[in-house]
């Protein structure tokens, strides 16, 4: 007895959060499902989402922010690869440091990887926030 009103309950609750659901979809939307952007349900490459998110000019500074910490986000990850291979530990037998890792590149690598985390983590949010403008605008124009 209890588990079916249990069910009922869950079922009367659940039922109108979906049927509201499908009545929130507007046209010229842009949204992200993993893996992908996609405008009015359909998927669109990053360059295509870069242009459309163009058309709104209140959401450029945003997009371009985006980019930019991109951008430095790439530069972090690559520098923290060039320090992880610089901090192996040394293979040639003859060096007197034979075996032994150069602890300053791995630090360095780790901090470099945690700013590029940063800056990729930013420039999700930026772009997040760029495509929330868009998405206001577009329903005014």
Known sequence: MHKSIIVLLFLMLYMPCRAQDTLTAFTKQLSYRWPSW???GKKIHLSKLGFEILKVEAAV???QKSK???????LAMGSAAILAILGSPE???TSPRFGKNNLGYSIGSLVAGG???FFYS???KFLK???RIYNEKRLIY
């Open 68 to 74: 930019n910490n991109e951008t430095k986000a790439y």
């Open 38 to 40: 996609r405008l009015d």
């Open 61 to 63: 500074p945003w997009y």
């Open 115 to 117: 700013v590029s985390i």
């Open 129 to 131: 926030k760029a495509v």
């Open 122 to 124: 930013r420039a999700r």
């Open 91 to 93: 293979t040639d037998i």
